[in-house]
Every structure is written in structure tokens, then in C-alpha cells.
């Protein structure tokens, strides 16, 4: 018979205490297996606590990579689009590009832009006039196809243009010419120039006005425009007598290699700073390759006043003509004739002219010299540059009379009032009256000086009464300045410029 499961363990009395102590066994065990019960049910609790937790951060990190997806596959399609869009432009660009580069090619030339101060042309030439200027045209031409074929022998050069400007100052050369015997008079210079630019279309000499370096800027510019054109595929330039010129030429060798389609023209020995750009250099058969004699010249002085009479007393000079028994007593005004005839109505006013009436007028001659007339003069800077002449300040009071007067009158006509020679017929919209008060015509003169002049700084006509520069030069700070763009001159006038050429130090 196997025991009890309640009953004491065998071998053990069956007695009230060891059952006692079974029964506290089992309850202390049965306590033990509660305790390990609940702590795996814990644990089981924890574990799935943290498994929903990762469960969650599972989705969440799920739900972000799939929003990345999403925009990553928005991204690749704008991607797409783009690239698209961008290949379409690009072929339009190429297309364009390729049509510039047909463009090109189709007509090119080649320019010669020469300043005409150190450029002459040979005697033979300038003495031969209009004649000399064709036959001076045709050999230019010849000698430029020659260097071009020599520079590009790979290319027709038959089938380029040829564009030649060459800017000169022809009132002054032909006043040297003329001195120096090369030519017998000015008209033949012209005549020359005539069958220079009628021979060849694209050849031209332009007459730039009186005054020295007048061409700077015409041929610096036209140097410059012509190196940014992609159809010109050489540039002959000639400054070589002018070291204000190398600025100019250190811009134009830019990487783009404007400076491999640039030569030097050299008719006359270059300057040193010339050499140092280490550009090629050539020479033109048609010009000289020496400078003009020099001739000393002539004064440009104004005749000088008559020599005044000898000293003579009061009494001599105020003679009574009633006095001279040989002459009839005219009426006053009145000179007799030396023929003894009729009085003629004159006034001597010299005594040459007294001894041919043979009388002497009642009245006393002035033997003061003649003042000499004021000549007209503009002033230019160191640089060549017109400088204006300062002008009187505007008197308030007169100020306030004008614009009072103006607003019922209308605006005042500049040309008249300043120059004297506007066609009222032809400007009806302004006031053509009477001469103005001497206050007046200074604010009037203020009123267009601060206009510019449409020549700038290279206006040569001395009756200009615009503006040529900003009167505050490099400091002024207006940012709508009408002068912007000539800031840069300076204001120190350096020569006065006379209406005949002839110039003078400040």
C-alpha cells in the first residue's frame, strides 16, 4: 500500500508535528512557485511591453522611410523634368550657337583703326590729290590682303572685308603739310581725302576738328568695339606715336585671345612702352616712315596797332580849320576836297587821312592805342579734355525776378539769348524777346551748363555753353548725376584753345 500523499514522508513518524512540519513545507514551497509564478508573469509584462514599443518604433521608422521614399521619388521626377527641360535648352543654345558661328564665318573681316597723327601719307601721294588718295586707297588694301594671307594662310582672305578708319585732325595737318611745302594749299588735302574714301566703300578718314589728340578716343573706342566682334578676325591698329594708348591695349589681350587678332601698326618709329607689350608689330608701305620737318611757326599774334602820331601840342591838335587861308572852311562834318570841289562828308581820323583832305577838323584826336578784339578761347585739361570756364554766381534776387518772370512769359530760348542765332520761325516753343539784364543771362547759363554736352569732353566748338563735366569731378556723390560718366576728367584747365587751333598755357 503506497502512502498517503498527505501523510509524513516515509520513513518519518506519523505524528501531529512532523505533519505540522509538512504542512509548513508545502506552504513555503507552494509560496516559493507563487513568487517565481508572478515573476515570469513580469517578465512576460516587460517583454511585452518592450516588444510593443519596438513594434512602434518599427512603424514610426517605417512610416519615415516611406515619406523619404516618397519625396526622393518626387525629387527624381523633377529630376527627370529638369534634365529634360535643361537638354531641350541646351539644344537650343547649341543650335543658336552654331548659327552665330555660321554667321561669323560667313562674313568676316578685318579693321584697321589707325590715328591719323602719327600716320601721313607718302609725298607722291599727297601731291598727286584726289588721284593720290585712290591710288593711296588701292595700295593700303593690297598691303592688308598681304599681311592677312601671310598671319592666316589657311584661309581666303579674298572673301574678307576689309574695314579701314584712320581719324586725323585735317585743318592741322594741312596747315603743316602746307608749311612744310608738301602740299600747295588745304582744298588739296581734301581733294585727297575725296578720292580716299570714294575709291574703297569700307576705307574712310575722318576729320576729327581742330586741336591736338583729337582722335584718342574715336580710335580707342572703335579699337575696343572691334575686338569684342566675333566676325572681326584680325585688328590692325596704329597708336604707336600716343603712350596714352597702352591702357587701352593691355585691356584688349584678354584671355579670350583678342590679342592673338591684334597687330600694331607701325608708320612712324614705335615708343619704347610699345615694345614692352610684346604684341606683333608691321608697316604699311603707303605712310612715312619719318616725321614732318620741322618748321618753326609762324606767330599767331594779331597785327600790331597803328604807330601813334608824333607828340603835338594841344594847341596843334585842336586847330581852327578857319585858320588855313588854302582851304575853304567846310560845315562841320564836312572835309573839303583836295581838288578844291565840294566838301565830302567825312571824318579823318588819322592824320594821313587829314594831309589827303588837306584839313584838319575842330576837334581832338585820341592818340590811346587800339585795344586788340577779345579772341575766343575754350579751355582743355592735361589729357586733352575740355574743362568749362567757371561761371559768375547767381544773384538771388535775380534768380526770383527770373522764375517770376518765366512762369508767365514760358521758357527761355538758349540759343538766342546765349548764342544770338536761333530762327524763331523754327523754335516756337520758347521765348525769343529783347537782350536780358546781365543777372539774368547768368542763371540762364547755369540752366544749361548742367546739360551735357552731346560731345562731352571732346566738344571743340568755343560758343558751347553746356556742360562737358561734373563741376564736383570725382567727389560728387549724386547717384543720378547727368555727368556720371565723366567723373573721371580732370577739372584743371592746363591750355586755352583759341578759335583757330592755336593753343596757349594757362
Not at 586788340?372 to 538771388?396: A, G, I, M, Q
Not at 527770373?402 to 538758349?414: I, T
Request: hydrophobic share 30%.
Amino acid at each position: 500500500m503506497s502512502p498517503s500523499p498527505l501523510g509524513p514522508p516515509p520513513g518519518q513518524p506519523d505524528t501531529p508535528d512532523a505533519f505540522r512540519h509538512f504542512v509548513q513545507n508545502f506552504e513555503a514551497r507552494q509560496g516559493h512557485a507563487r513568487q517565481e509564478v508572478e515573476n515570469f508573469q513580469e517578465q512576460l509584462r516587460r517583454v511585452d511591453h518592450e516588444r510593443e514599443e519596438s513594434y512602434k518604433l518599427m512603424v514610426h521608422m517605417y512610416k519615415q522611410l516611406l515619406d523619404k521614399n516618397t519625396q526622393k521619388c518626387e525629387d527624381f521626377d523633377n529630376e527627370v523634368v529638369s534634365r529634360r527641360n535643361w537638354h531641350r535648352e541646351a539644344n537650343d543654345y547649341k543650335r543658336q550657337l552654331d548659327q552665330l558661328n555660321l554667321a561669323a564665318d560667313a562674313s568676316p573681316f578685318a579693321a584697321v583703326i589707325l590715328d591719323g597723327d602719327g600716320a601721313v601719307f607718302n609725298n607722291e601721294l599727297l601731291a598727286k590729290g584726289h588721284e593720290g588718295g585712290v591710288e593711296a586707297a588701292h595700295m593700303l588694301l593690297s598691303n592688308i590682303k598681304n599681311q592677312l594671307k601671310n598671319i592666316y594662310p589657311k584661309s581666303n582672305i579674298d572673301d574678307w572685308s576689309i574695314v579701314c578708319q584712320i581719324a586725323m585732325s585735317l585743318p592741322g595737318l594741312g596747315k603743316k603739310l602746307t608749311e612744310v611745302g608738301l602740299i600747295s594749299s588745304i582744298a588739296q588735302l581734301n581733294d585727297f581725302v575725296h578720292g580716299f574714301n570714294y575709291s574703297q566703300p569700307l576705307f574712310s578718314i575722318v576729320d576729327v576738328g581742330k586741336g591736338n589728340q583729337r582722335a584718342d578716343g574715336k580710335c580707342r573706342e572703335m579699337a575696343r568695339l572691334m575686338a569684342r566682334v566675333k566676325q572681326c578676325k584680325h585688328l590692325f591698329f596704329g597708336p604707336c606715336q600716343d603712350l596714352g594708348y597702352i591702357p587701352a591695349l593691355q585691356g584688349l589681350r584678354d584671355p579670350f585671345g583678342s590679342s592673338q587678332r591684334l597687330t600694331l601698326v607701325e608708320c612712324l618709329p614705335a615708343l619704347p612702352g610699345f615694345r614692352e607689350l610684346q604684341l606683333p608689330f608691321t608697316r604699311f608701305t603707303v605712310f612715312r616712315s619719318e616725321s614732318l620737318p620741322n618748321v618753326a611757326r609762324r606767330a599767331q599774334t594779331l597785327p600790331p596797332p597803328p604807330a601813334p602820331p608824333q607828340q603835338r601840342s594841344t594847341s596843334e591838335l585842336s586847330v581852327n580849320t578857319q585858320s588855313r587861308p588854302s582851304v575853304s572852311s567846310p560845315a562841320p562834318g564836312d572835309v573839303a576836297s583836295p581838288t578844291g570841289g565840294a566838301p565830302v562828308n567825312a571824318k579823318p581820323t588819322s592824320y594821313a587821312a587829314m594831309s589827303k583832305t588837306g584839313a584838319v577838323p575842330h576837334s581832338t584826336i585820341s592818340i590811346a592805342p587800339t585795344k586788340p578784339p577779345v579772341r575766343k578761347f575754350y579751355l582743355v585739361n592735361k589729357d586733352n579734355e575740355r574743362v568749362d570756364k567757371p561761371l559768375p554766381n547767381v544773384d538771388p534776387a535775380a534768380e526770383k525776378r527770373y522764375f517770376a518772370r518765366r512762369k508767365v512769359e514760358g521758357s527761355y530760348c538758349n540759343e538766342h539769348y546765349l548764342k544770338g542765332t536761333c530762327d524763331p520761325n523754327y523754335c516756337k516753343h520758347h521765348v525769343h524777346g529783347p537782350p536780358l539784364p546781365k543777372p539774368d543771362l547768368v542763371i540762364i547759363q547755369h540752366k544749361a551748363r548742367s546739360l551735357p554736352c552731346m560731345n562731352e569732353s571732346h566738344c571743340n566748338d568755343v560758343d558751347c555753353y553746356y556742360g562737358h563735366h561734373c563741376k564736383y569731378g570725382r567727389h560728387c556723390t549724386n547717384s543720378e548725376c547727368r555727368f556720371s560718366n565723366l567723373h573721371y576728367v580732370d577739372t584743371n584747365p592746363a591750355y586755352r584753345v583759341y578759335e583757330d587751333g592755336t593753343e596757349e598755357a594757362v
